[in-house]
């Protein structure tokens, strides 16, 4: 199944690494950097995360990047610290719809008492967003959702993103 996920980053960064590669000085201008954030404050549990991404421009409608991510969350005494990476894929059918595709790895640190687990598993967020200028907002849905190893109550999240 490792193997699979390899294969599926290194098909989705393709487009990527090979535009990167090319000699062509404008590369860097049509780089565009954003990401998305997120917060909760609840009855003794707190969430923050963050997550800054680059993209790249392939067409008028089709952008691929890299996305890191980071979040934190304790509920009671259970504290969580999630790391992450992923491969994004953007495509905007019009204007104001953005459709995407993210494929990453996430590293899970969680301590609970003296008790302390690591461990990571892979992602698959397939999302649909609405789209205002440099702003989207929507849903995603995560296909490789496992409730047994996944940090998260749902295979369903919001999109809040936003690139310069």
């Keep these: 199944m490792k193997k699979i996920h390899c294969f599926l980053f290194i098909f989705i960064m393709i487009p990527l690494l090979g535009i990167a590669q090319e000699d062509d000085p404008t590369f860097w201008k049509k780089l565009k950097y954003g990401g998305g954030f997120g917060f909760g404050f609840g009855n003794h549990q707190t969430t923050l995360a963050i997550s800054p991404s680059a993209i790249y421009p392939i067409s008028q409608r089709l952008h691929t ?3 890191t991510s980071y979040l934190y969350s304790k509920q009671y005494d259970l504290k969580s610290n999630v790391y992450g990476i992923s ?3 953007l495509y905007h059918p019009f204007e104001q719809l953005q ?3 993210e494929f990453g790895q996430l590293f899970i640190t969680q301590k609970l008492g003296i008790d302390k687990t690591k461990y990571d598993y892979p992602v698959l967020n397939l999302g649909v967003a609405y789209r205002i200028g440099f702003f989207s907002t929507g849903l995603q849905f995560d296909v490789l959702y496992n409730e047994d190893t996944s940090i998260f109550a749902s295979p369903i ?3 809040i993103r936003f690139y310069f």
Excluded: E, T, W
């Design 99 to 101: 459709l995407s595709a």
């Design 65 to 67: 990047g890299i996305v």
């Design 87 to 89: 491969a994004l894929s």
């Design 157 to 159: 999240s919001p999109i």
